[in-house]
């Protein structure tokens, strides 16, 4: 049976319509009916357009990785790439009347990457010219050569009823003059500008819904087409004479002429070959894992599915559904042959026991605990423990089928939670305040609770001693300030150390070493090593004759209670004598304790890095309480955790897992690190995971709208019916085939919250190659007398970095501007095959040019690495040109500082120029295009600062007191595109009355997020 197809970027001429569904283009009639397909590639394709007389298509196709402009014949046929641009934005927004140029709307070249504009390519290729028309990705001609432009024109169904300062809007040349005038001034926010006859169409939700409307070119007589009251109206587009748009993934069709908006019956004739079932690397999607309590087997989750394999032999057994259903946190209980695991199947988290015995399962239903972010076994009985996203602490008795909460913070989630090694007692890191995290305990039988450490700051991540006798943690305790190399401050990067408490009053440190006669330390030592290794015999036989036997008798085994004396128990914090880290993690094995530790690193992901690079860098130390000393054992590692007899160990290198004995130094050697008992890697390729596209999207839809149910900002909602919302846009999953079109739900779900940071990203997408451009940092023009690529223009940037400066700026090539490029790598270039074509694929790349000077005919050959990326350099002559501006208006008498986000980049940015610039007689601070972040308050609290006085050196000039104080009065410069952060900054500008704010209304989306949920494919969604 045809499929209906999620419907997408239509296009019409005539009696002819294409549009984009399962990432290909289709050609269907004006009145509907079976759809043609037109294209079978590997990228998405988005915002076709068709040429003004209906023979050629323009799209943005990704064929090769980066979104480009591509050409086809409208009936099918070969396509053609025109564009060498690699911008992170790209869409297609029609034909010059004559249809000799694709107008197409970008990012490319610009100093950041939400300034768009219009450029032109012609439909043979060659160099794309920008339109001189500034910042504006949407245009539609008329008669007479009138123009109507929009700025800030984006997708209103993604966030619906935004009112803010980058609200999409229309300017107006009515008569091709080339005045424009502002059209329109509506509560709403409008896109997709058509002009057709004596009108000018558009998209608007200043009603409350996205529908079509148009108004004359002077912005008069507003009449509303169509009315949809549940799914906006999406990306509308018209021949001059009728138009198309798409809502709620159906096909639409409007007459002018008749004042008639029908939805069009589409059938697609189509196997929908990415809803095919498909198998997908384990280890790239690892979720969790956890040790068999004997150390022999591994359970682990991958893409929502749940496994357990032996550590490096015999069969890979999946629970549960094969399909449709996801499943967290697996963990095994006690008896070693049954599994609990949380499991959204029944439409709502809820806990799963499987038994593996008769392949069957139970769930407990009622037992409701909202979003579960973490699930702990008792060590002893069918008892977990389970924190939440309400900031709660569960016990579950899955014998019973009952759950209590033990205990809930106001201020923060639980950090950490162990159970004792008899099972009477939980400890866990309990918010006390916001600014504080202590340690408690909580007794199981009577419920009650107890705070055992009085913090400074946070006491978190707690592990009981398998002895019982300590209870370890981290402290942020320790306040041993760094001065900074830079500027005059200091910061605390480490802070972290590892402490204990004893947990009887009679307890000596265990740091404090007994006087042992010559001899004894080594006697004890071979006493444990016969003892280690007659259990160690005894357990080999024992598995020998039946593993099974051994397990079952080390699950009835009931270990002794454990004596926690409370009284004074705070006052029984010993620090272990290590240095200050960053830790994050710690546990206990036998005679020793383990940490995991990561290095200090910059904040910045430096350009011309590999982003690919995710090696894992933390590693384990641990400390022998028998001679008092620490080690270094395992590094590379991104988290570990320890079977329940703190025996065996196992650790996750990014997309690895190893089982290693517990306190033993990682082997190594090249044979260490290939799968298998000898290194302790586990070969994850065993593990095959099976996907079935459809039913994983109709899960992950469930769980994305869940998500935003229970942890939205507003309890209700917004005002908005979610559960409806629900209903509404359920039944669209049916229709999606493919993983774009999932997401572009996704977006739209979540836009009826009327919010912002709604976001929907990530995720895994149909694969195809991905060629990097490279760059050399230039800006070309064609000279077409005499057949060359002229260089217009060399980016500088900071030649001191060669990753954020054009490499002709390299000293000793002595490349100028007007030179001509005659060839790269051996080809020459042509008009239609220009520079960049042949930087395809050349990113990071050293690479060959032929270079002919500036009016004359000699050439020489020079050799360059190309750039992976040129906006980091495009950014820094955009901010040098408008210091040196600045500073020549003022006569020297002003400072300027940009700031182009409120994260690491833009706090690194701020103090690059704000120590330079602080001490002229005024200040400038530009926020305009602040993409946001959560420094904000760091960078106001240093432009607070009042100067008092001075500092006077016998030799040198007088240094301002405070330090790096601002000399004079400042003024803050922002516009429509900063958000976020950069919102907060710019009214926090005003209410600290540290100057005047000069601008435009900005972006207005202050609700801030914590992306911390991933979907099974590692989509992530923002609440």
């Not at 070959?273 to 991958?302: C, E, I």
């Not at 007692?425 to 006390?432: D, K, N, Q």
């Amino acid at each position: 049976m045809p499929s209906q197809g999620y419907i997408r970027f239509p296009t019409i001429h005539q009696d002819q319509i294409v549009f984009v569904s399962e990432d290909d283009l289709w050609l269907v009639t004006s009145e509907g009916g079976r759809a043609e397909r037109l294209t079978a590639g590997m990228g998405r394709i988005t915002s076709p357009r068709f040429s003004p007389d209906g023979q050629a298509l323009a799209f943005v196709g990704r064929e090769e990785g980066p979104s480009e402009v591509f050409s086809m014949p409208a009936q099918g046929g070969l396509e053609r790439r025109l564009t060498y641009q690699a911008a992170s934005s790209c869409e297609v927004l029609g034909w010059s009347p004559a249809g000799d140029e694709i107008l197409y709307g970008s990012n490319a070249a610009q100093m950041n990457g939400r300034f768009k504009v219009i450029y032109a390519v012609t439909t043979q290729g060659g160099l794309p010219r920008q339109l001189p028309f500034g910042a504006a990705n949407a245009i539609s001609y008329g008669p007479q050569g009138g123009v109507v432009l929009g700025r800030n024109i984006g997708e209103p169904a993604h966030w619906k009823r935004y009112r803010g300062g980058t609200v999409g809007y229309l300017w107006c040349d009515q008569d091709g003059s080339g005045s424009f005038q502002r059209l329109l001034r509506l509560d709403g926010n409008i896109a997709n500008p058509c002009w057709v006859g004596a009108r000018i169409y558009f998209l608007s939700d200043h009603e409350g819904v996205g529908n079509v409307y148009s108004c004359t070119p002077a912005g008069e007589d507003i009449r509303r087409h169509t009315e949809h009251n549940d799914f906006y109206a999406r990306n509308l587009s018209t021949d001059g004479e009728r138009l198309v748009y798409h809502a709620g993934a159906d096909l639409y069709l409007l007459d002018p002429g008749s004042q008639d908006a029908r939805r069009l019956d589409v059938d697609l004739p189509s196997t929908r070959t990415q809803r095919n079932r498909k198998f997908v690397s384990a280890s790239h999607y690892l979720d969790s894992y956890a040790l068999h309590p004997q150390g022999h087997m591994v359970a682990l989750t991958t893409r929502g599915k749940a496994f357990s394999l032996g550590n490096w032999e015999g069969p890979v057994i999946q629970y549960g559904r094969l399909d449709g259903a996801r499943y967290r946190l697996l963990e095994w209980l006690n008896d070693g042959k049954r599994l609990v695991a949380i499991s959204d199947a029944s439409e709502r988290e809820a806990l799963l026991v499987f038994t593996p015995e008769d392949a069957t399962e139970k769930t407990y239903d009622d037992i409701e605990f909202g979003r579960a972010v973490g699930l702990h076994v008792s060590p002893t009985d069918d008892r977990v423990a389970i924190t939440n996203h309400r900031n709660e602490l569960i016990v579950a008795d899955l014998e019973a089928g009952t759950a209590r909460v033990l205990d809930r913070s106001n201020h923060a989630r639980i950090q950490g939670v162990a159970w004792s090694p008899d099972g009477n007692w939980l400890a866990y890191g309990f918010a006390r305040t916001s600014q504080t995290t202590a340690i408690k305990l909580c007794n199981l039988e009577s419920g009650e609770t107890h705070y055992v450490t009085e913090p400074v700051l946070h006491d978190t991540s707690p592990a009981f001693d398998p002895e019982g006798k300590y209870l370890y943690f981290l402290g942020y305790r320790t306040f041993n300030p760094v001065y900074d190399n830079l500027h005059f401050d200091l910061s605390f990067p480490r802070g972290v150390r590892p402490y204990l408490i004893t947990l009887q009053r009679d307890l000596r440190s265990p740091f404090i070493p007994e006087p042992k006669a010559p001899g004894e330390k080594d006697k004890d030592k071979d006493k444990d090593k016969d003892k280690q290794q007659s259990a160690s015999n005894g357990e080999e036989e024992s598995s020998q004759k039946n593993g099974e036997d051994r397990e079952e008798a080390d699950a009835s085994k009931k270990p002794d209670p454990i004596t926690i004396e409370l009284e004074g128990i705070t006052s029984r914090v010993i620090p272990f004598p290590v240095a200050e880290g960053r830790y994050e993690a710690i546990r206990g094995i036998k005679g020793k304790a383990l940490f995991l530790s990561f290095p200090i690193e910059g904040a910045i992901s430096i350009p011309g890095i590999d982003p690919r690079d995710t090696r894992a860098k933390g590693h384990i130390d641990s400390y022998e309480f028998e001679n008092n000393k620490s080690e270094g054992l395992i590094d590379g590692v991104s988290d570990f955790d320890l079977a329940r007899d703190a025996r065996t160990l196992i650790y996750r290198s990014h997309h690895r897992l190893r089982v290693l004995k517990a306190g033993d130094k990682a082997p190594k050697g090249e044979s260490s690190e290939r799968p298998g008992r000898e290194g302790g890697w586990l070969d994850l390729g065993r593990v095959k995971v099976s996907v079935q596209p459809a039913a994983e999207w109709k899960q992950m839809f469930a769980e994305a709208w869940r998500l935003q149910r229970e942890q939205f900002w507003a309890a209700d909602m917004s005002g908005i019916d979610w559960d409806a919302i629900y209903a509404q846009y359920a039944p669209l999953v049916e229709r999606v085939s493919s993983r774009a079109e999932l997401s572009d739900l996704l977006w739209e779900l979540q836009g009826e919250l009327g919010t912002s940071h709604a976001y929907e990203g990530g995720g895994e997408y149909r694969s195809g190659p991905h060629y990097r451009q490279g760059f050399l940092g230039v800006d070309w023009t064609y000279d077409a007398e005499n057949e060359r690529y002229r260089i217009a223009n060399i980016v500088r940037g900071d030649p001191s970095d060669n990753k954020a400066t054009s490499p002709l700026n390299a000293p000793g090539l002595n490349v100028s501007e007007s030179d001509a490029v005659l060839a790269i790598n051996g080809q020459r270039v042509s008009r239609e095959r220009t520079p960049d074509e042949l930087l395809v694929n050349q990113a990071g790349n050293e690479i060959q040019l032929i270079i002919e000077g500036a009016g004359s005919t000699e050439t020489r050959v020079i050799t360059v690495k190309a750039l992976t990326e040129e906006q980091t350099a495009r950014y820094r002559d955009w901010v040098e040109s408008n210091r040196q501006r600045v500073h020549t208006l003022s006569e020297n008498k002003v400072g300027y500082i940009h700031i182009p986000d409120m994260g690491p980049r833009g706090y690194a940015e701020f103090h690059r120029s704000y120590l330079t610039e602080y001490d002229y007689p005024a200040l400038l601070v530009d926020v305009r295009w602040n993409g946001g972040g959560h420094v904000s308050g760091l960078l106001l609290e240093k432009l607070a600062r009042r100067r008092l006085g001075y500092d006077f050196p016998r030799w040198g000039q007088p240094d301002p007191y405070p330090s790096e104080s601002p000399r004079g009065p400042m003024v803050a410069l922002t516009n429509e595109q900063a958000g976020s952060d950069g919102d907060i900054f710019s009214h926090s500008f005003k209410l600290m009355q540290l100057g005047p704010l000069i601008g435009k209304r900005t972006w207005g989306g202050v609700i801030g997020i914590h992306p911390r949920h991933a979907l099974v494919d590692g989509t992530v969604t923002t609440q």
